[in-house]
């Protein structure tokens, strides 16, 4: 499909610095986006669109899962797993 060529080596960096970069923005503003909407606008601009939205998704979990660490709580092992 068109517009679905892999990105160039430069290109993942380009994306994963803006990511970062952003992330960074929420991390220190207590993830108040419109402090960093010149961030997302350059991470939107640099990465595919699939690639942001799988990157929101991974925030959100990731958040998630920080809050449940800090507040105590466990899941179970999944068991049999090895």
């Given at each position: 499909a068109a517009g679905m060529a892999?990105?160039?080596m430069q290109e993942r960096k380009a994306c994963w610095g803006a990511?970062?970069?952003?992330?960074?923005c929420l991390d220190s503003h207590g993830?108040?986006?419109?402090?960093?909407?010149?961030?997302?606008?350059?991470?939107?601009?640099?990465?595919?669109?699939?690639?942001?939205?799988?990157?929101?998704?991974r925030r959100d979990f990731l958040k998630y899962k920080k809050k449940l660490e800090a507040e105590g709580f466990h899941p179970p092992e999944a068991a049999g797993k090895s």
């Open positions: 892999a990105p160039t990511r970062d970069e952003f992330w960074q993830d108040d986006a419109a402090k960093c909407e010149k961030l997302r606008r350059a991470f939107e601009s640099r990465c595919p669109q699939q690639w942001v939205k799988h990157f929101d998704k």
